[in-house]
């Protein structure tokens, strides 16, 4: 077998030096004319003076090149837009988890510190351990980012640069500072007293926030210019980073970041609970994902509200802008926009409604979860209702235009934001019925507390439902502000009933602990459905946000002249969101695995049964030496 | 058969993904190209000026994307039906085409009572249309309820050559169909300006 492998290979190489010699032979006698050759030179042919003259051509030509300023680079296959959207967004979603852990990571652990609770700093700890993968993923998204724009958009990035070059230094140094704080963080567990070690985490906390300000500094800048000439020259950094949006977005920001890590670390914890071998595994992953999903829908209730403001001030700068978002070519964005959140809604409902099953004496409260159903159905579908319709000629001609008679009343602001602000309160409902769970009020004024609670939601109820029927009948101006009041009274409703609760339910009589681990399996699976709604979210709100300048990268300033100054379709937009979404829980899973790896035995050298172990023994070590 | 949990977990969440891709194709598709510069030459006749204009708005002026014309109701700018008309009376001491010019160049100017200021600047960034595309704007709006005055040679306050413009004659005149202006005449002189949502 070998011989005839050698054989073989000798043959290989005597054919390929036989087409060699053969090539050389041909080019040797190619045609030399003597007529032509100087005397005293060495004989040229033809095709040889003709590569030098193309050659000294080349020369004379890169020497008078002109130098140009790129102003645009091509990315192969998918192009230059879709290359920086996807590390941008791969990038945002990272960073988002890595900002939004070790907020609540703190507060859990500052919670065991202060109750004396092991559970509470253990399960700290477990968030942390997603960290310090996915913060490296987030740099390398960042860097991936940075040289996609310094390529691809080499005109915008230098003008970018020329208005925030002063706020880069600082921000390399807080990465720097966060790295710090996160491996001191991570690492330092258990080796710090309780304080330092709180104390880091709280340094992990500002350092990664300001980092953010100064992201969004030039995002929100590209979406609302200020601090600049009407050429675009810079007037003042200060005033560039302080532009409209950006306030309202770190607000946005920072809540909706909290809600998605929240829902990522809940996911996280489903995916070990499916897993689990032992009822204690299962007992603490169910709780660990409980809490993820506290965290979560805690931090998603209010996000609509900031979505108002955000909303607001890009009305405030630019009404064009504003209408273009919600009335323009991005209007039915929100439509899908009301599909995720009502899934996100009918998920985190329904996660509750199960989780009712594992404590003793709650199942009374679950004859009230098909009215709350009922709620969360009606109001989702409203929220979901477009204002015109797609439809034929004859439909048109039917309804009379491309709103439809009675459902397109459904499909204007007043009927979305009342239907949002009842979604909320309902929630809330379903939130509160799962914390009195098994409870039973000992203080005096239980009934009373009850009656008041009971009139608070009905009285912020009938606000909403008030002001959102009245918005039809007066002008723009005054409808307008009518979202204010109503984004009040649900805010004041779930503080109050939260406050009056507390009080409520200090020192009840509970008829058993909650039977941690008890839960159907199902449950695991809508926290890994929400996670994954969430995620989605963040990826299509990421390309309204972007997408809203149109054909700017910097809206009225810079203008976008490239092959890809258009505004894709809304299904294009889902499909790249999609492919994001998707390559980042192929990146996050694998982040989870390195997680459990922790737990796992080293590695030792499998040793046949029966076999001697030849490896010396210490002892033996020793007596050689 | 027993699936591995972590292919469910993938499957779910490739399904879910599905499922909101095919959302997205589910609303219209639409593909919103950069505005176009349509082009305009100063010896255009009105009726031209009017249909350039009306391109202009439905274009690179946005206009559309906030005024409608033939609605009623719940609005939340100015419906545009019929201003060629009431132009010339929303402000005292203004012609029609002064008022449309204001409305354009200084819309904060005037507020159509029961609406909010909000209405750019349109000849700046981010919709800069030029001078001879605002004179066509204003020539279509003037169709909406009336009839086109305005000419290519108009002169108008706000406009790069408007301060340098001859005083104007009343565009009451231009209105009775004394033809087209010429430079020095129609709206001239007083500042126009807005309904935020002209």
């Known amino acids: 077998m070998i011989k005839k492998g050698l054989a073989a290979a000798l043959l290989a190489l005597l054919g390929l030096a036989a087409i060699v010699g053969t090539s050389k032979f041909l080019m040797d006698r190619e045609y030399k004319s003597p007529a032509l050759t100087p005397p005293g030179q060495t004989a040229e042919t033809p095709r040889d003076r003709g590569l030098a003259d193309q050659r000294a051509e080349q020369e004379k030509a890169d020497k008078e090149k002109p130098y140009q300023e790129a102003e645009y680079r091509p990315f192969p296959k998918v192009g230059s837009r879709v290359a920086v959207w996807v590390a941008a967004q791969l990038h945002l979603l990272f960073a988002a988890f890595v900002l939004a852990v070790p907020l609540f990571a703190l507060i859990i652990e500052f919670i065991g510190y202060r109750t004396k609770d092991p559970r509470y700093d253990r399960l700290a700890h477990e968030f942390t351990k997603l960290l310090s993968v996915s913060f490296s993923l987030t740099a390398t998204f960042g860097a991936m980012l940075t040289f996609g724009l310094i390529i691809l958009y080499p005109k915008f990035t230098n003008y970018l640069v020329s208005v925030f070059s002063p706020t880069f230094l600082p921000y390399v140094g807080l990465f720097f500072f966060e790295a710090f704080f996160l491996y001191t963080y991570y690492y330092g567990w258990g080796k710090f007293s309780p304080r330092v070690h709180l104390l880091l985490g709280l340094g992990l906390n500002v350092v990664g926030t300001a980092i953010m300000l100064i992201a969004n500094a030039w995002l929100t800048f590209m979406t609302s210019p200020s601090g600049i000439s009407e050429t675009g020259a810079l007037i003042s950094t200060w005033d560039a980073v302080r532009n409209f949006t950006w306030m309202p977005i770190n607000i946005h920001r920072i809540i909706a970041n909290v809600a998605f890590g929240g829902s990522v670390a809940a996911a996280y914890a489903a995916f070990k609970f499916l897993g689990a071998k032992t009822d204690e595994e299962r007992a603490h992953y169910d709780w660990m994902g409980y809490i993820g999903n506290f965290v979560a829908i805690c931090a998603f209730l209010p996000l609509p509200f900031a979505g108002y403001w955000l909303a607001k001030e890009i009305y405030a700068y630019s009404q064009t802008l504003g209408l273009t978002m919600m009335g323009g070519a991005f209007s039915w964005l929100f439509i899908i926009q009301a599909v995720l959140i009502g899934n996100l809604f009918l998920g985190a409902n329904y996660y509750l409604w199960l989780g009712m099953g594992r404590i003793q004496g709650a199942q009374h409260f679950q004859k009230y979860i098909k009215y709350l159903l009922i709620l969360v159905a009606l109001c989702f579908m409203v929220w979901a209702t477009p204002r015109s319709i797609i439809s034929t000629v004859s439909e048109i001609r039917a309804m009379g235009g491309s709103s439809h008679p009675a459902l397109g009343f459904l499909g204007v602001m007043s009927a979305k934001n009342t239907a949002v602000n009842i979604l909320i309160l309902t929630t809330y409902v379903s939130f509160l019925l799962y914390r009195r769970g098994g409870k039973t009020p000992t203080v005096k004024w239980a009934k009373t507390g009850n009656l008041a609670q009971l009139g608070i939601f009905l009285a912020a109820a009938s606000i909403v439902l008030f002001l959102g029927v009245y918005g039809y009948f007066v002008e723009a101006s005054v409808r307008i502000a009518f979202s204010i009041p109503q984004v009040l009274s649900v805010l004041f409703a779930m503080v109050s009933v939260t406050v009056i609760d507390v009080f409520l339910y200090k020192n009840a009589e509970q008829a058993g602990e909650p039977r941690w681990g008890q839960i159907a399996p199902i449950s695991q699976y809508v926290l890994i459905f929400i996670a994954v709604t969430f995620t989605w979210l963040m990826g299509l709100m990421g390309y309204v946000r972007s997408g809203l300048r149109q054909h700017w990268h910097v809206y009225g300033v810079i203008r976008d002249t490239s092959v890809d100054a258009f505004t894709p379709t809304l299904g294009f937009a889902t499909k790249v969101v999609s492919v994001t979404v998707l390559i980042f829980f192929l990146l996050i899973s694998f982040v989870f695995w390195l997680a459990s790896l922790g737990g796992k035995k080293d590695w030792e050298p499998r040793v046949k049964e029966g076999a001697k172990n030849n490896l010396p023994e210490p002892e033996d070590l020793g007596a050689a030496v | 058969?027993?699936?591995?949990?972590?292919?469910?977990?993938?499957?779910?969440?490739?399904?879910?993904?599905?499922?909101?891709?095919?959302?997205?194709?589910?609303?219209?598709?639409?593909?919103?190209?950069?505005?176009?510069?349509?082009?305009?030459?100063?010896?255009?006749?009105?009726?031209?000026?009017?249909?350039?204009?009306?391109?202009?708005?439905?274009?690179?002026?946005?206009?559309?994307?906030?005024h409608t014309?033939?609605?009623?109701?719940?609005?939340?700018?100015?419906?545009?039906?019929?201003?060629?008309?009431?132009?010339?009376?929303?402000?005292?001491?203004?012609?029609?085409?002064?008022?449309?010019?204001?409305?354009?160049?200084?819309?904060?100017?005037?507020?159509?009572?029961?609406?909010?200021?909000?209405?750019?600047?349109?000849?700046?960034?981010?919709?800069?249309?030029?001078?001879?595309?605002?004179?066509?704007?204003?020539?279509?709006?003037?169709?909406?309820?009336?009839?086109?005055?305005?000419?290519?040679?108009?002169?108008?306050?706000g406009s790069a050559g408007g301060a340098e413009a001859p005083a104007a004659a009343p565009a009451a005149a231009a209105s009775e169909g004394t033809a087209a202006e010429p430079a020095a005449d129609a709206a001239g002189s007083a500042t126009p300006a807005q309904e935020p949502g002209q």
């Open chain 2, 1 to 66: 058969m027993n699936v591995p949990v972590s292919l469910r977990i993938a499957a779910l969440a490739i399904a879910t993904t599905a499922f909101y891709t095919y959302v997205g194709q589910l609303v219209p598709q639409k593909e919103v190209q950069p505005p176009v510069e349509v082009v305009i030459s100063k010896d255009m006749k009105p009726e031209e000026m009017a249909k350039v204009g009306r391109e202009i708005m439905d274009g690179k002026g946005l206009c559309f994307t906030c």
């Open chain 2, 69 to 157: 014309v033939g609605k009623s109701g719940a609005l939340r700018f100015p419906d545009l039906d019929g201003i060629g008309g009431r132009a010339a009376s929303r402000v005292p001491g203004l012609s029609d085409v002064e008022y449309l010019a204001q409305s354009l160049y200084e819309p904060d100017k005037y507020i159509v009572p029961g609406f909010n200021p909000g209405m750019p600047v349109i000849s700046k960034p981010p919709i800069g249309l030029t001078d001879d595309e605002i004179l066509a704007v204003i020539a279509y709006l003037q169709t909406l309820g009336g009839t086109t005055t305005v000419t290519m040679q108009t002169k108008i306050n």
